[in-house]
């Protein structure tokens, strides 16, 4: 295993995916850029069922769609994307916000 490998399993990154109504998006991403959070992947009309929100599955029967933020962070910066996503589930509880936290093996 080379140097920088080692460097970046040492540095302890994890990977967030936050899963949220589509309707939602520009509060979603401005709650994020205001809190300094600039890197991110979207996933844009994402379907699926959860267990707080009705099925957004882009059908006449149950319409809608969902975006997906992936958000690489380092460990100290877990808090602050935690709370951000408890921020946004209290504030708008029926954008159906759901934050995942995954370990991050390594970036390519």
């Given amino acids: 295993m080379n140097d920088a490998i080692r460097k970046w399993r040492a540095r302890s990154v994890k990977m967030f ?13 401005e709650v994020f850029k205001k809190a300094g959070v600039s890197h991110y992947t ?47 589930k209290k504030e708008h509880p029926r954008a159906g916000v759901k934050g995942f936290i995954l370990p991050m093996e390594e970036s390519i």
Wanted: aromatic share 6%; hydrophobic share 45%.
């Fill in 17 to 29: 995916l936050i899963v949220y109504c589509d309707a939602a998006d520009e509060y979603v991403i």
């Fill in 42 to 88: 979207k996933m844009e009309e994402v379907h699926g069922v959860g267990s707080e929100t009705e099925p957004k599955l882009g059908t006449h029967i149950w319409p809608g769609a969902n975006n997906v933020l992936f958000v690489a962070v380092q460990n100290e910066e877990v808090p602050l994307i935690t709370e951000l996503v408890r921020q946004l």
